[in-house]
Protein backbone atom coordinates (compact mmCIF):
# COMPACT_ATOMS: atom_id res chain seq x y z
CA UNK A 1 0.00 0.00 0.00
CA UNK A 2 1.61 2.95 -0.76
CA UNK A 3 1.97 6.21 0.87
CA UNK A 4 -0.38 7.97 -1.37
CA UNK A 5 -3.24 5.98 -0.90
CA UNK A 6 -6.27 8.21 0.73
CA UNK A 7 -7.79 7.39 3.84
CA UNK A 8 -10.74 7.78 5.96
CA UNK A 9 -13.29 10.40 4.94
CA UNK A 10 -11.07 11.80 1.97
CA UNK A 11 -11.59 8.65 0.29
CA UNK A 12 -15.45 8.85 0.47
CA UNK A 13 -14.81 12.56 -0.90
CA UNK A 14 -12.60 11.52 -4.14
CA UNK A 15 -14.75 8.27 -4.53
CA UNK A 16 -18.62 10.46 -4.30
CA UNK A 17 -16.46 13.31 -6.80
CA UNK A 18 -15.91 10.65 -9.38
CA UNK A 19 -18.83 9.24 -9.40
CA UNK A 20 -20.76 12.34 -10.12
CA UNK A 21 -18.11 13.01 -12.93
CA UNK A 22 -18.70 9.33 -14.12
CA UNK A 23 -22.39 10.33 -14.42
CA UNK A 24 -21.93 13.18 -16.23
CA UNK A 25 -19.36 11.55 -18.89
CA UNK A 26 -21.68 8.50 -19.30
CA UNK A 27 -25.84 10.38 -19.21
CA UNK A 28 -25.25 11.93 -22.67
CA UNK A 29 -24.35 8.39 -23.83
CA UNK A 30 -27.11 6.61 -22.50
CA UNK A 31 -29.37 9.19 -23.25
CA UNK A 32 -28.01 8.53 -27.34
CA UNK A 33 -28.52 5.00 -26.62
CA UNK A 34 -32.53 4.71 -25.36
CA UNK A 35 -33.17 7.62 -27.65
CA UNK A 36 -32.54 5.48 -30.65
CA UNK A 37 -35.29 3.05 -29.85
CA UNK A 38 -37.85 5.34 -28.68
CA UNK A 39 -40.28 6.06 -31.61
CA UNK A 40 -40.92 9.67 -32.55
CA UNK A 41 -44.22 10.01 -30.69
CA UNK A 42 -41.93 9.08 -27.41
CA UNK A 43 -39.26 11.25 -28.33
CA UNK A 44 -41.74 14.34 -29.28
CA UNK A 45 -43.68 13.52 -25.93
CA UNK A 46 -41.00 14.85 -23.39
CA UNK A 47 -38.36 13.16 -21.83
CA UNK A 48 -38.39 9.50 -20.52
CA UNK A 49 -35.30 7.51 -19.20
CA UNK A 50 -36.16 4.08 -18.59
CA UNK A 51 -36.69 1.65 -21.87
CA UNK A 52 -40.16 -0.90 -20.38
CA UNK A 53 -40.95 1.60 -18.04
CA UNK A 54 -42.04 4.47 -19.53
CA UNK A 55 -41.65 4.13 -23.28
CA UNK A 56 -41.74 0.64 -24.96
CA UNK A 57 -38.69 0.48 -26.98
CA UNK A 58 -38.64 0.11 -31.01
CA UNK A 59 -36.45 -1.10 -33.74
CA UNK A 60 -37.93 1.24 -36.34
CA UNK A 61 -34.73 3.66 -36.26
CA UNK A 62 -32.54 1.05 -36.67
CA UNK A 63 -34.41 -0.66 -39.28
CA UNK A 64 -34.40 2.59 -41.40
CA UNK A 65 -30.51 3.06 -40.99
CA UNK A 66 -29.70 -0.22 -41.76
CA UNK A 67 -31.65 -1.05 -44.43
CA UNK A 68 -30.84 2.64 -46.63
CA UNK A 69 -33.53 4.21 -45.87
CA UNK A 70 -31.68 7.43 -44.73
CA UNK A 71 -28.42 7.43 -46.94
CA UNK A 72 -26.12 4.67 -47.83
CA UNK A 73 -25.69 3.74 -44.51
CA UNK A 74 -23.88 0.48 -45.36
CA UNK A 75 -21.08 2.19 -47.59
CA UNK A 76 -20.33 4.75 -45.57
CA UNK A 77 -19.74 2.28 -42.74
CA UNK A 78 -17.64 0.06 -44.97
CA UNK A 79 -16.12 3.34 -46.46
CA UNK A 80 -15.35 4.49 -42.94
CA UNK A 81 -13.62 1.52 -42.18
CA UNK A 82 -11.67 0.77 -45.06
CA UNK A 83 -10.22 4.22 -44.63
CA UNK A 84 -9.56 4.75 -41.15
CA UNK A 85 -7.89 1.06 -40.48
CA UNK A 86 -5.22 1.15 -43.64
CA UNK A 87 -4.39 5.06 -42.94
CA UNK A 88 -3.98 4.20 -38.89
CA UNK A 89 -1.74 0.63 -40.11
CA UNK A 90 0.13 3.16 -42.97
CA UNK A 91 0.52 6.18 -40.43
CA UNK A 92 1.92 4.01 -37.33
CA UNK A 93 4.15 2.16 -40.05
CA UNK A 94 5.45 4.50 -41.30
CA UNK A 95 5.73 7.30 -38.73
CA UNK A 96 7.30 4.36 -36.17
CA UNK A 97 10.16 4.06 -38.77
CA UNK A 98 10.57 7.77 -39.29
CA UNK A 99 10.46 7.86 -35.08
CA UNK A 100 12.82 4.83 -34.67
CA UNK A 101 15.21 6.62 -37.08
CA UNK A 102 15.07 10.03 -35.42
CA UNK A 103 16.17 8.52 -32.20
CA UNK A 104 18.70 5.85 -33.03
CA UNK A 105 20.42 7.46 -36.44
CA UNK A 106 22.10 10.98 -36.66
CA UNK A 107 20.66 13.74 -38.69
CA UNK A 108 22.47 16.71 -39.82
CA UNK A 109 21.81 19.45 -42.70
CA UNK A 110 22.08 23.18 -42.99
CA UNK A 111 19.35 25.47 -42.54
CA UNK A 112 20.19 26.70 -45.96
CA UNK A 113 19.19 23.31 -47.74
CA UNK A 114 16.16 24.32 -46.02
CA UNK A 115 15.68 27.24 -47.08
CA UNK A 116 16.77 25.70 -50.80
CA UNK A 117 13.88 23.43 -50.59
CA UNK A 118 11.06 26.08 -49.39
CA UNK A 119 12.26 29.21 -51.58
CA UNK A 120 12.52 26.77 -55.19
CA UNK A 121 9.09 25.44 -53.92
CA UNK A 122 7.69 28.45 -53.62
CA UNK A 123 9.33 30.45 -56.40
CA UNK A 124 8.93 27.46 -58.82
CA UNK A 125 5.01 27.38 -57.94
CA UNK A 126 4.67 31.08 -58.65
CA UNK A 127 7.09 31.13 -61.70
CA UNK A 128 5.23 27.71 -63.18
CA UNK A 129 1.37 28.97 -62.60
CA UNK A 130 1.85 32.76 -63.31
CA UNK A 131 4.87 33.02 -65.98
CA UNK A 132 4.68 29.97 -67.46
CA UNK A 133 1.05 29.87 -67.33
CA UNK A 134 1.40 25.89 -65.94
CA UNK A 135 -1.93 24.83 -64.59
CA UNK A 136 -1.25 24.61 -60.35
CA UNK A 137 -1.31 20.89 -60.80
CA UNK A 138 1.58 20.82 -63.10
CA UNK A 139 3.28 23.55 -61.66
CA UNK A 140 3.28 21.95 -58.13
CA UNK A 141 4.40 18.57 -59.51
CA UNK A 142 7.49 20.00 -60.97
CA UNK A 143 8.42 22.82 -58.33
CA UNK A 144 8.26 19.83 -55.94
CA UNK A 145 10.69 17.63 -57.72
CA UNK A 146 13.09 20.39 -58.31
CA UNK A 147 12.82 21.99 -55.00
CA UNK A 148 13.64 17.99 -53.39
CA UNK A 149 16.18 17.47 -55.73
CA UNK A 150 17.88 20.89 -55.27
CA UNK A 151 17.61 20.59 -51.60
CA UNK A 152 19.13 17.29 -50.69
CA UNK A 153 21.90 18.21 -53.74
CA UNK A 154 23.29 20.71 -51.88
CA UNK A 155 23.27 18.99 -48.32
CA UNK A 156 25.94 17.33 -49.95
CA UNK A 157 28.18 20.02 -50.06
CA UNK A 158 29.42 22.45 -47.31
CA UNK A 159 27.29 25.03 -46.54
CA UNK A 160 27.41 28.16 -44.51
CA UNK A 161 25.03 28.61 -41.79
CA UNK A 162 23.73 26.81 -38.77
CA UNK A 163 23.32 23.16 -38.66
CA UNK A 164 20.26 21.78 -38.04
CA UNK A 165 19.65 17.83 -36.08
CA UNK A 166 17.39 15.34 -35.01
CA UNK A 167 15.69 17.47 -33.09
CA UNK A 168 14.73 19.99 -35.34
CA UNK A 169 13.16 17.34 -37.46
CA UNK A 170 10.99 16.21 -34.89
CA UNK A 171 9.72 20.07 -34.08
CA UNK A 172 9.28 20.06 -37.65
CA UNK A 173 6.92 17.19 -37.83
CA UNK A 174 4.98 18.07 -34.53
CA UNK A 175 4.55 21.76 -35.18
CA UNK A 176 2.67 20.20 -38.60
CA UNK A 177 -0.07 19.91 -35.88
CA UNK A 178 -0.29 23.66 -35.02
CA UNK A 179 -1.75 24.74 -38.96
CA UNK A 180 -5.15 25.81 -38.83
CA UNK A 181 -6.60 22.53 -40.94
CA UNK A 182 -9.39 24.57 -42.54
CA UNK A 183 -5.95 25.99 -44.50
CA UNK A 184 -5.01 22.86 -45.59
CA UNK A 185 -8.20 21.02 -45.78
CA UNK A 186 -9.36 23.91 -48.56
CA UNK A 187 -5.75 24.23 -50.41
CA UNK A 188 -5.55 20.54 -50.55
CA UNK A 189 -9.21 20.36 -51.87
CA UNK A 190 -7.98 22.58 -54.23
CA UNK A 191 -4.78 20.41 -55.07
CA UNK A 192 -6.41 17.22 -55.57
CA UNK A 193 -9.32 18.56 -58.24
CA UNK A 194 -6.18 20.05 -60.45
CA UNK A 195 -4.40 16.80 -60.28
CA UNK A 196 -7.59 15.07 -61.41
CA UNK A 197 -7.26 16.98 -64.41
CA UNK A 198 -4.66 15.46 -65.28
CA UNK A 199 -5.94 12.25 -64.71
CA UNK A 200 -5.68 10.79 -61.34
CA UNK A 201 -8.93 10.98 -58.98
CA UNK A 202 -8.33 12.04 -55.87
CA UNK A 203 -11.54 13.66 -54.76
CA UNK A 204 -13.70 11.37 -53.55
CA UNK A 205 -11.15 8.65 -53.75
CA UNK A 206 -9.57 6.29 -51.85
CA UNK A 207 -6.28 7.37 -52.36
CA UNK A 208 -6.60 10.86 -51.64
CA UNK A 209 -8.72 10.34 -48.33
CA UNK A 210 -6.43 8.10 -47.38
CA UNK A 211 -3.19 10.08 -47.86
CA UNK A 212 -4.75 12.70 -46.20
CA UNK A 213 -4.88 11.30 -43.44
CA UNK A 214 -1.48 9.23 -43.39
CA UNK A 215 0.11 12.97 -43.47
CA UNK A 216 -1.82 14.41 -40.57
CA UNK A 217 -1.26 11.26 -38.79
CA UNK A 218 2.33 11.02 -38.81
CA UNK A 219 3.07 14.05 -36.78
CA UNK A 220 1.32 12.47 -33.05
CA UNK A 221 2.92 8.72 -34.18
CA UNK A 222 6.39 10.27 -34.61
CA UNK A 223 5.88 12.26 -31.15
CA UNK A 224 4.45 8.79 -29.79
CA UNK A 225 6.60 6.43 -31.22
CA UNK A 226 10.15 8.15 -30.58
CA UNK A 227 9.29 8.70 -26.34
CA UNK A 228 8.26 4.57 -26.99
CA UNK A 229 11.89 3.99 -28.61
CA UNK A 230 13.96 5.79 -26.45
CA UNK A 231 12.60 4.15 -23.56
CA UNK A 232 13.76 0.70 -24.76
CA UNK A 233 16.93 -0.28 -23.53
CA UNK A 234 19.66 0.29 -25.65
CA UNK A 235 21.94 -2.98 -24.99
CA UNK A 236 19.91 -5.36 -27.30
CA UNK A 237 20.68 -3.26 -30.13
CA UNK A 238 24.51 -2.77 -29.62
CA UNK A 239 24.63 -6.68 -29.20
CA UNK A 240 23.16 -7.05 -32.20
CA UNK A 241 25.21 -4.31 -33.95
CA UNK A 242 28.61 -6.28 -32.62
CA UNK A 243 27.17 -9.79 -33.90
CA UNK A 244 26.79 -7.30 -37.19
CA UNK A 245 23.12 -7.84 -37.84
CA UNK A 246 22.03 -5.34 -40.36
CA UNK A 247 20.23 -2.05 -39.02
CA UNK A 248 16.59 -3.08 -41.18
CA UNK A 249 16.60 -6.69 -39.54
CA UNK A 250 17.36 -4.97 -35.90
CA UNK A 251 14.23 -3.02 -36.34
CA UNK A 252 11.61 -5.70 -37.80
CA UNK A 253 13.43 -8.55 -36.31
CA UNK A 254 14.32 -6.11 -32.52
CA UNK A 255 12.99 -3.37 -31.86
CA UNK A 256 9.42 -3.36 -33.28
CA UNK A 257 8.00 -6.95 -31.01
CA UNK A 258 9.66 -4.74 -28.27
CA UNK A 259 7.92 -1.80 -28.83
CA UNK A 260 4.42 -3.62 -29.88
CA UNK A 261 2.33 -2.42 -27.08
CA UNK A 262 3.71 1.30 -27.95
CA UNK A 263 2.69 0.50 -31.64
CA UNK A 264 -0.77 -1.10 -30.23
CA UNK A 265 -1.06 2.42 -28.41
CA UNK A 266 -0.16 4.68 -31.11
CA UNK A 267 -2.48 2.73 -33.61
CA UNK A 268 -5.52 2.81 -31.63
CA UNK A 269 -5.27 6.68 -31.03
CA UNK A 270 -4.35 7.34 -34.55
CA UNK A 271 -7.63 4.99 -36.08
CA UNK A 272 -10.06 7.05 -33.31
CA UNK A 273 -8.46 10.67 -35.07
CA UNK A 274 -8.76 9.28 -38.10
CA UNK A 275 -12.53 7.60 -37.25
CA UNK A 276 -14.41 10.99 -36.03
CA UNK A 277 -12.60 12.84 -38.77
CA UNK A 278 -14.92 15.67 -39.82
CA UNK A 279 -13.00 18.27 -41.65
CA UNK A 280 -11.00 16.64 -44.06
CA UNK A 281 -13.83 14.06 -44.96
CA UNK A 282 -16.34 17.23 -45.81
CA UNK A 283 -13.72 19.00 -48.17
CA UNK A 284 -12.52 15.28 -50.03
CA UNK A 285 -15.24 13.38 -50.24
CA UNK A 286 -18.62 13.30 -51.78
CA UNK A 287 -20.57 10.22 -51.76
CA UNK A 288 -18.85 6.88 -52.93
CA UNK A 289 -16.01 7.69 -50.09
CA UNK A 290 -17.77 9.26 -47.84
CA UNK A 291 -17.22 8.64 -44.12
CA UNK A 292 -19.49 8.00 -40.93
CA UNK A 293 -18.73 11.69 -39.38
CA UNK A 294 -20.48 13.20 -42.38
CA UNK A 295 -23.58 11.23 -42.86
CA UNK A 296 -24.48 11.75 -38.40
CA UNK A 297 -23.98 15.80 -39.45
CA UNK A 298 -26.31 14.71 -42.62
CA UNK A 299 -28.65 13.27 -40.09
CA UNK A 300 -29.33 16.43 -38.54
CA UNK A 301 -30.33 18.67 -41.56
CA UNK A 302 -31.67 16.13 -43.79
CA UNK A 303 -35.40 16.28 -42.66
CA UNK A 304 -35.45 18.60 -39.63
CA UNK A 305 -34.51 16.81 -36.11
CA UNK A 306 -35.27 13.38 -36.19
CA UNK A 307 -33.54 12.56 -33.28
CA UNK A 308 -34.46 8.72 -32.99
CA UNK A 309 -32.45 8.24 -36.37
CA UNK A 310 -30.00 10.84 -35.46
CA UNK A 311 -29.36 8.87 -32.32
CA UNK A 312 -29.15 5.49 -33.97
CA UNK A 313 -26.62 6.92 -36.91
CA UNK A 314 -24.22 8.66 -33.77
CA UNK A 315 -24.46 4.98 -31.81
CA UNK A 316 -22.80 3.33 -34.97
CA UNK A 317 -20.03 6.13 -34.39
CA UNK A 318 -19.53 5.85 -31.32
CA UNK A 319 -19.99 2.35 -30.71
CA UNK A 320 -16.39 1.33 -31.87
CA UNK A 321 -14.70 3.54 -30.31
CA UNK A 322 -15.94 1.88 -26.66
CA UNK A 323 -14.65 -0.91 -27.43
CA UNK A 324 -11.50 0.42 -28.09
CA UNK A 325 -11.55 2.58 -24.99
CA UNK A 326 -11.57 -0.37 -23.26
CA UNK A 327 -8.87 -2.48 -24.85
CA UNK A 328 -6.76 1.17 -24.32
CA UNK A 329 -7.57 1.22 -20.72
CA UNK A 330 -6.13 -2.05 -20.28
CA UNK A 331 -2.80 -1.15 -22.21
CA UNK A 332 -2.94 1.88 -19.54
CA UNK A 333 -3.45 -0.49 -16.58
CA UNK A 334 0.07 -1.98 -17.13
CA UNK A 335 1.92 1.71 -17.69
CA UNK A 336 2.44 1.30 -21.60
CA UNK A 337 1.66 4.99 -22.09
CA UNK A 338 3.85 6.09 -19.36
CA UNK A 339 6.21 6.69 -22.10
CA UNK A 340 4.28 8.81 -24.11
CA UNK A 341 4.86 11.85 -21.98
CA UNK A 342 8.38 12.17 -20.93
CA UNK B 1 23.45 8.02 -28.53
CA UNK B 2 23.08 7.69 -32.05
CA UNK B 3 24.77 6.44 -34.85
CA UNK B 4 25.30 6.70 -38.91
CA UNK B 5 24.22 4.55 -41.30
CA UNK B 6 22.97 5.13 -44.85
CA UNK B 7 19.88 2.75 -44.18
CA UNK B 8 18.14 5.75 -42.30
CA UNK B 9 17.48 7.66 -45.19
CA UNK B 10 15.22 4.56 -46.02
CA UNK B 11 13.62 4.92 -42.51
CA UNK B 12 13.26 8.28 -42.77
CA UNK B 13 12.01 9.21 -46.48
CA UNK B 14 8.47 8.40 -46.40
CA UNK B 15 7.16 9.84 -43.93
CA UNK B 16 9.58 13.02 -44.80
CA UNK B 17 7.81 13.09 -48.02
CA UNK B 18 4.01 12.41 -47.49
CA UNK B 19 4.08 15.51 -44.77
CA UNK B 20 6.43 17.62 -47.33
CA UNK B 21 3.26 16.95 -50.25
CA UNK B 22 1.03 17.51 -48.06
CA UNK B 23 1.78 20.40 -45.88
CA UNK B 24 3.62 22.03 -48.36
CA UNK B 25 1.09 22.71 -50.60
CA UNK B 26 -1.19 24.26 -48.64
CA UNK B 27 1.54 26.37 -47.06
CA UNK B 28 2.93 27.58 -50.63
CA UNK B 29 -0.64 27.42 -52.03
CA UNK B 30 -2.40 29.77 -49.78
CA UNK B 31 0.07 32.65 -48.69
CA UNK B 32 0.24 33.48 -52.73
CA UNK B 33 -3.30 33.39 -52.55
CA UNK B 34 -3.63 35.52 -49.41
CA UNK B 35 -1.72 38.47 -51.58
CA UNK B 36 -4.53 38.16 -54.05
CA UNK B 37 -8.26 39.09 -54.27
CA UNK B 38 -9.50 35.46 -55.47
CA UNK B 39 -13.57 34.60 -55.83
CA UNK B 40 -14.65 31.32 -57.32
CA UNK B 41 -18.50 32.31 -56.54
CA UNK B 42 -18.94 35.01 -58.89
CA UNK B 43 -15.68 33.68 -61.00
CA UNK B 44 -12.91 36.55 -60.68
CA UNK B 45 -9.61 36.37 -62.42
CA UNK B 46 -7.03 36.64 -59.60
CA UNK B 47 -5.80 40.21 -59.10
CA UNK B 48 -2.46 40.89 -56.66
CA UNK B 49 -3.41 43.12 -53.47
CA UNK B 50 -0.54 43.14 -51.54
CA UNK B 51 -1.60 43.12 -47.72
CA UNK B 52 -5.30 44.55 -48.53
CA UNK B 53 -6.70 40.98 -47.27
CA UNK B 54 -4.75 41.60 -44.23
CA UNK B 55 -5.78 44.83 -43.76
CA UNK B 56 -9.55 43.96 -44.42
CA UNK B 57 -9.38 41.49 -41.50
CA UNK B 58 -7.55 43.55 -39.23
CA UNK B 59 -10.13 46.30 -39.91
CA UNK B 60 -12.75 44.09 -39.88
CA UNK B 61 -14.88 44.17 -36.37
CA UNK B 62 -16.54 40.50 -36.95
CA UNK B 63 -12.36 39.22 -37.17
CA UNK B 64 -11.80 40.43 -33.69
CA UNK B 65 -15.08 39.72 -32.31
CA UNK B 66 -15.16 35.97 -33.63
CA UNK B 67 -10.93 35.65 -32.14
CA UNK B 68 -12.19 37.07 -29.21
CA UNK B 69 -15.19 34.38 -28.85
CA UNK B 70 -12.43 31.73 -29.72
CA UNK B 71 -10.17 32.48 -27.01
CA UNK B 72 -12.81 32.72 -24.61
CA UNK B 73 -14.00 29.20 -25.07
CA UNK B 74 -10.03 27.93 -25.26
CA UNK B 75 -9.13 29.86 -21.82
CA UNK B 76 -12.19 28.55 -20.07
CA UNK B 77 -12.77 25.35 -21.42
CA UNK B 78 -8.75 24.77 -20.94
CA UNK B 79 -9.07 26.07 -17.55
CA UNK B 80 -12.04 24.33 -16.32
CA UNK B 81 -10.50 20.62 -18.04
CA UNK B 82 -7.14 21.23 -15.81
CA UNK B 83 -8.90 21.43 -12.69
CA UNK B 84 -11.25 18.83 -13.33
CA UNK B 85 -8.58 16.42 -14.92
CA UNK B 86 -6.12 17.08 -12.03
CA UNK B 87 -8.72 16.52 -9.58
CA UNK B 88 -9.98 13.12 -11.24
CA UNK B 89 -6.79 11.80 -12.17
CA UNK B 90 -5.27 12.56 -8.01
CA UNK B 91 -8.17 10.41 -7.06
CA UNK B 92 -7.48 7.65 -9.52
CA UNK B 93 -3.64 8.17 -8.81
CA UNK B 94 -4.42 7.42 -4.83
CA UNK B 95 -6.63 4.50 -5.89
CA UNK B 96 -10.39 5.12 -5.19
CA UNK B 97 -12.26 2.36 -4.64
CA UNK B 98 -13.63 0.99 -8.04
CA UNK B 99 -10.70 2.48 -9.99
CA UNK B 100 -10.97 0.20 -12.27
CA UNK B 101 -14.79 1.39 -13.94
CA UNK B 102 -13.82 4.74 -13.45
CA UNK B 103 -10.84 4.28 -15.96
CA UNK B 104 -13.32 2.82 -18.82
CA UNK B 105 -15.60 5.51 -18.46
CA UNK B 106 -13.49 8.42 -17.81
CA UNK B 107 -11.28 7.47 -21.63
CA UNK B 108 -14.51 7.49 -23.59
CA UNK B 109 -15.96 10.87 -24.46
CA UNK B 110 -12.01 11.59 -26.00
CA UNK B 111 -12.67 8.67 -28.68
CA UNK B 112 -16.48 9.62 -29.89
CA UNK B 113 -16.50 12.04 -32.81
CA UNK B 114 -16.99 15.82 -31.70
CA UNK B 115 -20.34 15.59 -34.51
CA UNK B 116 -22.20 12.91 -32.72
CA UNK B 117 -20.95 14.45 -29.36
CA UNK B 118 -22.65 17.88 -30.56
CA UNK B 119 -25.54 15.72 -31.84
CA UNK B 120 -26.24 14.23 -28.36
CA UNK B 121 -25.85 17.63 -26.71
CA UNK B 122 -28.15 19.28 -28.58
CA UNK B 123 -30.59 16.48 -27.53
CA UNK B 124 -30.03 16.68 -24.46
CA UNK B 125 -30.46 20.80 -24.37
CA UNK B 126 -33.23 20.63 -26.56
CA UNK B 127 -35.81 23.11 -25.07
CA UNK B 128 -38.98 20.99 -24.83
CA UNK B 129 -38.12 17.32 -24.86
CA UNK B 130 -34.52 17.59 -23.44
CA UNK B 131 -33.69 16.18 -19.67
CA UNK B 132 -31.83 19.21 -19.03
CA UNK B 133 -34.70 21.41 -19.21
CA UNK B 134 -36.74 19.23 -17.16
CA UNK B 135 -34.57 19.17 -14.52
CA UNK B 136 -33.98 22.24 -14.06
CA UNK B 137 -37.92 22.98 -13.90
CA UNK B 138 -37.58 20.80 -10.76
CA UNK B 139 -35.56 23.47 -9.07
CA UNK B 140 -37.99 26.04 -10.09
CA UNK B 141 -35.69 27.39 -13.37
CA UNK B 142 -37.86 28.78 -16.09
CA UNK B 143 -37.33 27.06 -19.90
CA UNK B 144 -33.40 27.76 -20.59
CA UNK B 145 -32.42 29.29 -23.87
CA UNK B 146 -29.44 26.68 -23.83
CA UNK B 147 -28.78 27.54 -27.15
CA UNK B 148 -30.15 30.63 -28.42
CA UNK B 149 -29.09 33.25 -26.01
CA UNK B 150 -25.42 33.90 -26.31
CA UNK B 151 -24.16 33.62 -22.90
CA UNK B 152 -26.40 30.14 -22.71
CA UNK B 153 -24.41 28.67 -26.16
CA UNK B 154 -21.07 30.22 -25.34
CA UNK B 155 -21.34 28.06 -21.95
CA UNK B 156 -22.89 25.11 -23.39
CA UNK B 157 -20.53 24.94 -25.93
CA UNK B 158 -17.65 25.29 -23.05
CA UNK B 159 -19.54 22.64 -21.33
CA UNK B 160 -19.22 20.32 -24.03
CA UNK B 161 -16.02 20.75 -24.62
CA UNK B 162 -15.04 20.12 -21.20
CA UNK B 163 -16.96 16.71 -21.48
CA UNK B 164 -15.11 15.71 -24.49
CA UNK B 165 -11.87 16.63 -23.35
CA UNK B 166 -11.33 16.22 -19.88
CA UNK B 167 -10.49 12.61 -20.45
CA UNK B 168 -6.86 13.64 -22.25
CA UNK B 169 -5.35 15.70 -19.34
CA UNK B 170 -6.66 12.41 -16.98
CA UNK B 171 -5.36 10.51 -19.52
CA UNK B 172 -1.80 12.50 -19.18
CA UNK B 173 -1.77 13.34 -15.75
CA UNK B 174 -2.67 9.71 -14.47
CA UNK B 175 0.72 8.81 -16.44
CA UNK B 176 2.55 11.52 -15.12
CA UNK B 177 1.71 11.05 -11.47
CA UNK B 178 2.69 7.52 -11.44
CA UNK B 179 6.16 8.47 -12.85
CA UNK B 180 6.57 10.44 -9.53
CA UNK B 181 9.31 8.85 -7.24
CA UNK B 182 7.44 6.87 -3.82
CA UNK B 183 10.29 7.79 -1.70
CA UNK B 184 9.50 11.73 -1.77
CA UNK B 185 6.00 11.07 -0.37
CA UNK B 186 6.94 8.87 2.29
CA UNK B 187 9.89 11.52 3.67
CA UNK B 188 7.05 14.17 3.86
CA UNK B 189 4.90 11.33 5.48
CA UNK B 190 7.22 11.36 7.89
CA UNK B 191 7.47 14.92 8.73
CA UNK B 192 3.54 14.48 9.18
CA UNK B 193 2.96 16.50 6.13
CA UNK B 194 -1.10 17.38 5.47
CA UNK B 195 -2.56 16.25 2.68
CA UNK B 196 -2.81 19.64 1.51
CA UNK B 197 1.24 20.17 2.25
CA UNK B 198 2.12 17.18 0.07
CA UNK B 199 0.02 18.25 -3.38
CA UNK B 200 0.91 22.11 -2.36
CA UNK B 201 4.71 21.19 -2.32
CA UNK B 202 5.66 17.76 -3.91
CA UNK B 203 3.01 16.74 -6.43
CA UNK B 204 2.18 19.92 -8.19
CA UNK B 205 5.96 21.55 -8.63
CA UNK B 206 6.84 18.15 -9.52
CA UNK B 207 4.03 17.75 -11.75
CA UNK B 208 4.36 21.10 -13.38
CA UNK B 209 6.03 20.07 -16.82
CA UNK B 210 3.82 17.46 -17.75
CA UNK B 211 0.85 20.01 -16.75
CA UNK B 212 2.32 22.64 -18.97
CA UNK B 213 2.73 20.44 -21.99
CA UNK B 214 -0.66 18.69 -21.26
CA UNK B 215 -2.34 22.67 -21.34
CA UNK B 216 0.12 24.08 -24.45
CA UNK B 217 -1.60 20.66 -26.49
CA UNK B 218 -5.60 21.89 -25.34
CA UNK B 219 -5.22 25.12 -25.86
CA UNK B 220 -3.93 24.67 -29.30
CA UNK B 221 -6.29 22.36 -30.16
CA UNK B 222 -9.12 24.47 -28.68
CA UNK B 223 -8.23 27.40 -30.97
CA UNK B 224 -8.98 24.95 -33.92
CA UNK B 225 -12.74 24.14 -32.44
CA UNK B 226 -14.81 23.51 -35.24
CA UNK B 227 -17.19 20.47 -35.76
CA UNK B 228 -18.93 21.00 -32.36
CA UNK B 229 -19.54 24.34 -32.74
CA UNK B 230 -20.59 23.96 -36.45
CA UNK B 231 -23.30 21.29 -35.54
CA UNK B 232 -24.46 22.59 -31.85
CA UNK B 233 -25.37 26.43 -33.26
CA UNK B 234 -24.16 26.77 -36.25
CA UNK B 235 -21.76 30.13 -35.26
CA UNK B 236 -25.37 31.34 -33.74
CA UNK B 237 -27.61 33.42 -32.24
CA UNK B 238 -26.43 35.47 -34.92
CA UNK B 239 -22.53 35.12 -35.63
CA UNK B 240 -21.94 35.29 -31.18
CA UNK B 241 -20.61 31.81 -30.92
CA UNK B 242 -19.06 31.94 -34.77
CA UNK B 243 -15.00 30.54 -33.96
CA UNK B 244 -12.17 31.51 -36.29
CA UNK B 245 -12.68 28.38 -38.24
CA UNK B 246 -15.65 28.27 -38.51
CA UNK B 247 -15.49 31.95 -40.06
CA UNK B 248 -12.65 30.79 -42.43
CA UNK B 249 -15.30 27.59 -43.15
CA UNK B 250 -18.30 30.22 -44.00
CA UNK B 251 -15.59 32.64 -46.06
CA UNK B 252 -14.19 30.10 -47.88
CA UNK B 253 -17.06 27.09 -48.81
CA UNK B 254 -19.84 29.12 -48.79
CA UNK B 255 -18.56 32.52 -50.71
CA UNK B 256 -15.30 30.77 -52.11
CA UNK B 257 -13.77 33.75 -51.16
CA UNK B 258 -10.08 32.16 -51.30
CA UNK B 259 -7.97 35.16 -50.88
CA UNK B 260 -9.75 36.30 -47.91
CA UNK B 261 -9.87 33.09 -46.55
CA UNK B 262 -6.12 32.50 -46.82
CA UNK B 263 -5.68 35.61 -45.11
CA UNK B 264 -7.65 34.45 -42.09
CA UNK B 265 -5.79 31.38 -41.97
CA UNK B 266 -2.70 32.98 -41.98
CA UNK B 267 -3.43 35.58 -39.26
CA UNK B 268 -5.26 32.36 -37.33
CA UNK B 269 -1.61 30.56 -37.73
CA UNK B 270 0.20 33.95 -36.56
CA UNK B 271 -2.21 34.07 -33.73
CA UNK B 272 -1.64 30.96 -32.24
CA UNK B 273 2.01 30.82 -32.66
CA UNK B 274 1.84 33.98 -30.63
CA UNK B 275 0.17 32.61 -27.88
CA UNK B 276 2.25 29.88 -27.53
CA UNK B 277 4.96 31.86 -27.46
CA UNK B 278 3.78 34.21 -25.00
CA UNK B 279 2.57 31.03 -22.99
CA UNK B 280 5.99 29.29 -23.06
CA UNK B 281 7.61 32.72 -21.82
CA UNK B 282 5.44 33.05 -18.92
CA UNK B 283 5.47 29.73 -17.92
CA UNK B 284 9.71 29.05 -18.33
CA UNK B 285 10.73 30.63 -15.20
CA UNK B 286 8.79 28.22 -13.17
CA UNK B 287 9.55 25.50 -14.94
CA UNK B 288 13.21 26.69 -14.60
CA UNK B 289 12.53 26.63 -11.34
CA UNK B 290 11.45 23.51 -10.53
CA UNK B 291 13.35 21.56 -12.97
Redesign the interface.
Known sequence: M?????KGK??WL??G??LL??A??????Y??AI?SFKTPLA?????T?LPFVDFEPTLTAWNELVSGARGAFYNTFVASLIVSLSAAVLATG??A??A????????RFRLLSALIF?VV??GG??LGQYALGFG?GIS?IYS?IAA?ALAVISSRFRLPGPELG?ND?VFW?VS?????????A???Y??YTEVGKLGFKLVDSYIGLT??Y???S??IV?WLMRDFFEALP?EVEEAA?VDNV???RI?FGIVLPMSKPGLIATFMITL?FV??E??FAL?LTSSKWQT??IL??G??SQRG?E?WS??AA?LV??IP??I???I??RL??S?L??G??? | MTRNDPIKHFFIWPALIIVLLISIFPLVYSLTTSFMSMRLVPPMPARFVGFGNYADLLSNPRFWHVAGTTTLIAIVSVGLQYVIGLSVALALNSRVPGEGIFRVGFLLPMLVAPVAVALVARQILNPTMGPLNEFMTLFGFPNLPFLTRTSWALGSIIVVEVWQWTPFVILMLLAGLQTLPDDVYEAAALENATPWQQFRDITFPMLLPISAAVVFIRLIESYKIMDTVFVMTGGGPGVSTETLTLFAYQEGFKKFNLGYTSALSFLFLIFITVIGLVYLAVLKPYLEKHK
Open positions: SVRTLRRALGCWLFTLFPLWVTVVGGPYIGMAYALVRFTFVAFFLQLFLNIFQRMFPPIVAFALLMFAIAFLPVIMPSWFAWNFLFLPVAQNDWISAAIMMMAGLSMRGLLAIK
